[in-house]
């Protein structure tokens, strides 16, 4: 079936340029995740959906970094006056419902990976 | 930050199994441990978990020992394409962060024909 899938599969913009990076969850899972990863490290977690609301914003950089999910399906980050350290690969998973006391495999789409110039 | 160490690289013979060590040594009541994995230009792929016994499935082990403080993830017949790194991860049961993966740099396994 179809998985995770993220778009565009590579960004190249300049500094102070404005950005937005597309996912596509699996079809029926009301979690979805961003994380960013760079060079040489594991994924770091930016922020959590569960339907259409941030449960959890708290891996956000900072004010320039902002995601939707206004129907609950596909999410958006977007990225405002981006900066050469934002460069990494932004990935994005969904799973189903997350419920206390059963924590559920995340699904991870291939990423996109972004590079400011 | 992780609460997990992991070697930072191993080699493996193709055929042969793989052994991934995984210590977390504050690991609490309510934590599972998971291994994920990720194959270079690819997003992470989930492996196996467990909280107490030890599990397998289709694609590996995981042994964890009786006092949980460490584990290890089992390759039973490494294939090249097992080259990756894999992420020992501990993860919250429940409480307000059991949605959340916190991972470390991982174990490059590179498995050799």
């Known amino acids: 079936g179809a998985g995770v899938s993220q778009t565009p599969s590579n960004k190249v913009t300049e500094k102070g340029k404005y950005v937005e990076l597309r996912c596509d969850p699996i079809?029926?899972?009301?979690?979805l995740y961003w994380y960013r990863q760079s060079l040489g490290q594991g994924p770091e977690f930016l922020i959590y959906?569960?339907?259409?609301?941030?449960?959890?914003d708290s891996g956000l950089p900072n004010d320039r970094f902002f995601a939707v999910r206004p129907e609950g399906s596909v999410s958006t980050l977007k990225i405002q006056r981006t900066e050469r350290g934002d460069s990494a690969v932004y990935l994005c998973?969904?799973?189903?419902?997350?419920?206390?006391?059963?924590?559920?495999?995340?699904?991870f789409g291939p990423g996109t990976r972004l590079t400011v110039l | 930050d992780a609460k997990t160490t992991q070697p930072t690289s191993m080699d493996c013979a193709e055929g042969r199994a793989a052994n991934l060590p995984c210590n977390h040594s504050?690991?609490?009541?309510?934590?599972?441990v998971y291994w994920y994995r990720q194959i270079h230009s690819q997003g992470p792929q989930y492996i196996i978990h467990?909280?107490?016994n030890n599990e397998t499935n289709e694609m590996a082990s995981l042994i964890i020992t009786e006092d949980r403080k460490s584990s290890t993830l089992i390759l039973p017949h490494a294939t090249l394409r097992d080259t990756a790194v894999y992420y020992c991860?501990?993860?919250?049961?429940?409480?307000?962060?059991?949605?959340?993966?916190?991972f470390g740099k991982g174990t490059l396994l590179t498995v050799n024909p």
């Open positions: 998973a969904s799973s189903t419902t997350v419920t206390s006391g059963r924590p559920n495999e995340q699904f």
């Open positions: 079809s029926g899972h009301t979690a």
């Open positions: 959906f569960q339907g259409t609301g941030a449960a959890d």
């Open positions: 504050t690991i609490s009541g309510n934590e599972y």
């Open positions: 467990g909280l107490k």
């Open positions: 991860i501990v993860r919250e049961t429940s409480g307000g962060s059991n949605y959340k993966l916190t």
